[in-house]
């Protein structure tokens, strides 16, 4: 999912997390809560996305795969320079190409009905963009929470 034109993280970047609160009285499920470690790796190596954790309330394969699209997508997006889009709470990043880097997924929890695999995607993309405002402003991650629009 990356090009030879990939440039690596500039710094680790450990900690982010991600939460799409549980709309109430809602039809649609939106609940979903990620926590990811970045890191660099060689200019041009492919990124990866890695599961270093037990999902609650059980694993859900269906789930982690769709955060591992979102963050694989995210890092291999060529230029951003959009917005939040349609994601309250969700960080903004710029940059110029697609980011190598090595995912290491630490949390996941899901709730059995107020989830879905959308959710999870979107919580991909929003870490990877929290992430690289990290590394390009040399903070440290700030939590992000967000309520998942799903659109119909």
């Given at each position: 999912?990356?090009t030879?034109?990939?440039?690596?993280?500039?710094?680790?970047?450990?900690?982010?997390?991600?939460?799409?609160?549980?709309?109430?009285?809602?039809?649609?499920?939106?609940?979903?809560?990620v926590?990811?470690?970045?890191?660099?790796?060689?200019?041009?190596?492919?990124s990866?996305?890695?599961?270093d954790?037990?999902?609650?309330?059980?694993?859900?394969?269906?789930?982690?795969?769709?955060?591992?699209?979102?963050?694989?997508?995210?890092?291999?997006?060529?230029?951003?320079?959009?917005?939040?889009?349609?994601?309250?709470?969700?960080?903004?990043?710029?940059?110029?190409?697609?980011?190598?880097?090595?995912?290491?997924?630490?949390?996941?929890?899901?709730?059995?009905?107020?989830?879905?695999?959308?959710?999870?995607?979107?919580?991909?993309?929003?870490?990877?963009?929290?992430?690289?405002?990290?590394a390009?402003?040399?903070?440290?991650?700030e939590?992000?929470?967000?309520?998942?629009?799903?659109?119909?």
């Amino acid at each position: 999912m990356t090009t030879a034109h990939t440039v690596p993280l500039s710094r680790p970047v450990r900690g982010v997390q991600v939460r799409s609160r549980q709309t109430v009285t809602a039809c649609v499920p939106t609940y979903g809560r990620v926590e990811l470690d970045f890191e660099p790796l060689p200019e041009g190596a492919p990124s990866s996305c890695e599961f270093d954790c037990t999902p609650h309330p059980e694993r859900a394969p269906e789930y982690e795969a769709a955060l591992a699209r979102g963050v694989l997508q995210e890092l291999a997006a060529g230029t951003s320079d959009e917005p939040s889009d349609e994601t309250p709470g969700a960080p903004e990043v710029r940059r110029s190409g697609p980011v190598g880097a090595r995912v290491v997924v630490r949390d996941l929890s899901w709730h059995w009905t107020d989830s879905c695999e959308p959710v999870f995607t979107r919580l991909g993309v929003l870490a990877v963009r929290e992430a690289l405002s990290c590394a390009a402003a040399g903070r440290e991650p700030e939590p992000v929470v967000t309520r998942v629009r799903l659109r119909p």
